[in-house]
């Protein structure tokens, strides 16, 4: 194994998981409006932290229940009628009228096991609600990460810096011995101004390919 790095750290959403991008498409098209604009409604804008109840709930500033009430202001700067359901069809994981459940990406789950059995220590980073933290790992049970870096238990979120240098503290790597995987850009350029290397996965098994040619066999 490629001794140039000594961990990889895997996002949860896009990539252990099918993408929460794919919930917007119906939400947009019932809204009226574009993908980019009910998700910057519903989840704040990608590539900064705010005071967006999204943003604070993944903090763990605000309770789950909390976060629908408080969109209603931001969906008025774009004049779009909010159904009063679109956190509940954002994270459901069972088919509904308007879209499909989360699947387990099985073969990143696989390659996440492989990597640790080769050497390499292995970590969780994700943005992610303090309700389905007991679900994630849970749903990820075969996999002994290293680290889980949740965002709520953390108490900050990518891309803030403060969650990186956190993930190296628990892994106990630097930066420049850490290769991410993520499906959002802010995230990885984060993580690249941390020192980090990182791919993005758009497709999860060309990402599986790239990590492959990332990680060299010892010969």
Sequence with gaps: MDKSFDAIVFDYGGVMITSITNKFVPLAERAETSVEVIREIVMGPLGISTNHPWHRAERGELPLDQIQEELESYAAEYSVKLFGDEIETVYSNTKSGLTAPYTIIEPMVQKAIEVQQKGLSIALLTNLFTEFYPTVKEELTDVKFDAWIASSEEGTRKPEAKIYERTEELLQV???????????TPNLIAAKEAGWSTIQVTDPLKAIKELDNKLLSLS
């Design 174 to 184: 630097s930066g420049e011995k850490i290769l991410f995987l993520d499906d959002f």
